[in-house]
């Protein structure tokens, strides 16, 4: 079986500052890891994914993240927020279907 | 990527009643599935369509409440039968593709509103 948790419902970060959504995982087997983002009214769209090739990752709108199996660990970051960040993010982990992550509302305060 | 349409939107039902919400992918894909959002919530899986047979349920969720169809690789519906204010919530469909690697990608979602 496996489970994803997202420490922290809620972030906010001022426009400019280091954004860190943090994400850890439980799986029986290789895990591929996800990370997806939902904006207000609409469905949820693929930000980056992990399936065991590179451990840092990066997805589109200059999110990365890095998996660390040590640590059980997928943790989303971006240098530099934009106001267009703010948004619901979930983690998700994949070994057949797909288990989601409570979320993390990211506000960015101007 | 994956087109995904899904109808309606949104609706707002009377209790009691049934919906059927529609799922149209615009290539053929190797696995749908629907997912629920509750208000302020994650999402939860109900059930993987397969096409050609009945689909498989998640625990919690079963078939006379949320029956699905699956009649081609493109197409899907889910029913919310009988519905109650507790269903109301945001349903989704999502799919795998041939050229996927795990991911899933996910329609707009339909919003239900049960009175």
């Known amino acids: 079986a496996q489970s994803v948790t997202q420490l922290g419902s809620h972030v906010s970060v001022s426009e400019g500052a280091l954004v860190l959504l943090r994400c850890n995982y439980s799986?029986?087997?290789?895990?591929?890891l996800f990370w997806y983002v939902q904006y207000p009214n609409q469905g949820l769209q693929l930000l980056l994914k992990y399936t065991s090739a590179a451990t840092l990752v990066k997805g589109i709108n200059g999110f990365e993240a890095e998996f660390k199996k040590s640590e059980t660990s997928f943790h989303l970051t971006k240098p530099s927020a934009h106001m267009s960040d703010a948004a619901e993010y979930f983690c998700a982990v994949s070994a057949g279907d797909m288990r989601f992550g409570a979320g993390t509302r990211l506000t960015v305060k101007p | 990527s994956a087109v995904i349409s899904q109808k309606p939107s949104r609706d707002i039902c009377q209790r009691g009643t049934s919906l059927t919400i529609q799922c149209q992918v615009d290539?053929?894909?190797?696995?749908m599935f629907w997912y629920r959002q509750q208000p302020g919530q994650s999402l939860t899986l109900i059930a993987t369509?397969?096409?050609?047979?009945?689909?498989?349920?998640e625990s919690g969720f079963v078939i006379d409440k949320f029956p699905i169809s699956r009649p081609n690789l493109t197409f899907s519906t889910l029913t919310v039968s009988n519905m109650s204010p507790e269903d109301s919530s945001i349903y989704l469909c999502?799919?795998?593709?041939?050229?996927?690697?795990?991911?899933?990608?996910f329609g707009e979602g339909s919003r239900l509103t049960v009175l």
């Open positions: 290539s053929q894909v190797t696995m």
């Open positions: 799986s029986s087997v290789p895990p591929y």
């Open positions: 369509a397969n096409q050609g047979s009945e689909a498989t349920y």
């Open positions: 999502s799919v795998r593709t041939t050229a996927s690697t795990g991911e899933l990608f």
